[in-house]
């Protein structure tokens, strides 16, 4: 048991490295960019979003394009803060 605990510990070390290694080469202020980019990207998403799904015939186009706005914002979010790859 103590065997597999360490184990997994390490393989999570490991695993935080690398992705603060392949974190670190990104510039901040391209992440920063990057991150507003899809978090305006997000909003006006989910406006479109809305607006297609009550205005207009087929809603489940609005539906679809208003969880893309979603996924956009809380991508954007850890992106933008330099934490993209922490929660994976």
Do not use: C, H
């Amino acid at each position: 048991m103590a065997r597999t605990l360490l184990i997994r510990m390490l393989k999570e070390e490991v695993r935080d490295q690398i992705l603060n290694y392949i974190l670190n080469m990104i510039p901040e202020k391209v992440r920063k960019i990057v991150g507003w980019i899809l978090i305006i990207f997000g909003a006006v998403a989910m406006l479109g979003g809305w607006f297609v799904a009550f205005f207009f015939s087929p809603p489940e186009m609005g539906i679809i394009i208003f969880i893309v706005g979603i996924f956009s914002i809380f991508l954007g979010i850890p992106v933008r803060r330099g934490r993209v790859l922490t929660w994976l």
